[in-house]
């Protein structure tokens, strides 16, 4: 039996995703904002040994991505983590799965979008005031809807254009400073404690998180059975090497990296001068746009794979008749992101967020047992070297992460969970009568 053999027929997508494209989205999707401040907290944290917690870092989530490459080989319909849950467990859960990374994502969303006007404000100070900021905020995020439903194809442009502006100034930093990396520093830094190298690993891991939404765009793929698994794994690769390298030059340049609010604009003055800021200042605006950009193509992809499974109202999967896009899927998602990013109760949630995704990858990799038992054999699907022995890997990953989680964030999760638990019982319970 095939894995999509169950699943109700998919609306007329447009299949306009290539390899690259996938690979644009993941990298987007990685690379947001935070490569703009972890590089103090890695600092602050590690000192001089801080470069070398992105490769422990990149290891270990290797593990989980590789489940994801593996499950996403199995399927070509939209959905992702829905997918993945609903074939293995049931309806319940894939919608549980699906709603727990919508959340995350639309919250991120919203914090993401007020992030990019501040930096946006460095540029002209009334950004940072009212009415501007919320007229900025909505333009933007409003803007970005109205780009996706115009077609998946100009989404893609868009986000092939934030990813070349958002990796260029990035690049000339690496570039310029590499000459400047004192290896001999790197090479005898002092392994730390190992209780401060596991508090250390868990907060630039986070660096590596939003590969996953990706998978969900696979109905609009044009071979996402085999393209996915490769931009998946293409772009931890690449966000490694990026983290790691700015990493060596910050620490090499700016001695007072761990204390600084503005790492790389301040290790781009020291590089570039005055100018430097304005480079890395702007590079922050395109990198946190790439990743909106990403954000809004894949996330609203969940709310239409959940109604076509019945799981939400029938009109979240409804198809624009010529755009061929989940325009009220979209729309919705805008209105959504819109709300939080204005009202700011989006900040209680952000601790949230990462739980609910780590909770998200332990489904997915809790069902690739199942899938793998139900999937049909094809020539030319990626598989895993060790059979399950790397999802294990990344569970027994996922629970030590957890386990770092607080109480307030944990209730705060459950809360969500049992408002979807309601929200799928009462959709239920209408189709039945």
């Not at 989006?346 to 793998?372: D, G, H, K, N, Q």
Request: proline residues 5%; positive net charge; charged residues 10%.
């Amino acid at each position: 039996m095939s894995t999509d053999g169950h699943l109700k027929p998919e609306p007329h997508l447009e299949r306009a995703i290539s390899k690259l494209g996938y690979t644009a989205i993941t990298l987007n999707g990685v690379i947001g904002a935070g490569i703009f401040g972890l590089p103090a907290v890695a600092a602050a944290k590690a000192g001089a040994f801080s470069p070398w917690l992105f490769v422990i870092a990149g290891l270990l989530i290797l593990s989980v991505v590789l489940s994801f490459a593996r499950a996403a080989s199995l399927f070509r319909d939209t959905g992702g983590m829905v997918l993945y849950a609903d074939r293995a467990f049931g309806p319940f859960m894939g919608f549980q799965a699906g709603w727990l990374a919508y959340i995350g994502r639309v919250t991120a969303m919203g914090a993401n979008a007020n992030l990019l006007v501040t930096y946006a404000s460095w540029f002209w100070t009334p950004l940072a005031t009212e009415p501007y900021s919320s007229i900025a905020i909505s333009t933007l995020i409003l803007g970005l809807t109205w780009l996706n439903v115009s077609g998946v194809k100009n989404a893609i442009g868009f986000i092939y254009l934030f990813t070349a502006l958002k990796l260029l100034p990035i690049s000339l930093l690496v570039l310029f400073g590499a000459g400047q990396i004192d290896l001999q520093m790197l090479a005898g830094a002092g392994f730390p404690p190992m209780g401060e190298v596991g508090e250390a690993v868990l907060v630039v891991l986070y660096a590596y998180v939003g590969f996953e939404g990706t998978v969900v765009a696979a109905g609009e793929g044009r071979r996402p059975r085999r393209d996915l698994p490769w931009a998946l794994i293409n772009t931890i690769l690449i966000t490694g090497l990026v983290y790691i390298l700015v990493q060596m030059v910050s620490v090499s340049v700016l001695p007072g990296l761990a204390a600084s609010s503005t790492a790389l604009a301040d290790v781009a003055v020291v590089l570039f001068g005055a100018a430097g800021a304005v480079l890395l200042t702007l590079g922050a605006v395109f990198s946190i746009g790439g990743n909106l950009s990403s954000t809004f193509l894949s996330a609203p992809r969940m709310t239409f794979a959940l109604a076509r499974d019945g799981s939400l109202p029938g009109w979240f999967a409804r198809v624009h008749d010529s755009h061929h896009t989940p325009h009220v899927s979209l729309w919705f998602y805008g209105a959504f992101c819109l709300l939080l990013a204005l009202t700011g109760s989006f900040v209680w949630l952000a601790v949230m967020s990462t739980l609910a995704r780590l909770l998200t990858y332990m489904i997915c990799i809790a069902a690739l047992p199942r899938l793998e038992k139900s999937c049909e054999p094809m020539e030319g699907r990626f598989r895993l070297p060790g059979g399950l022995l790397i999802p294990a890997i990344a569970m027994l990953l996922c629970l030590w992460l957890v386990s770092y989680a607080s109480l307030a964030a944990w209730l705060t999760t459950l809360g969500f969970v049992l408002l979807g638990s309601l929200l799928y019982a009462s959709v239920r319970w209408r189709r039945k009568n």
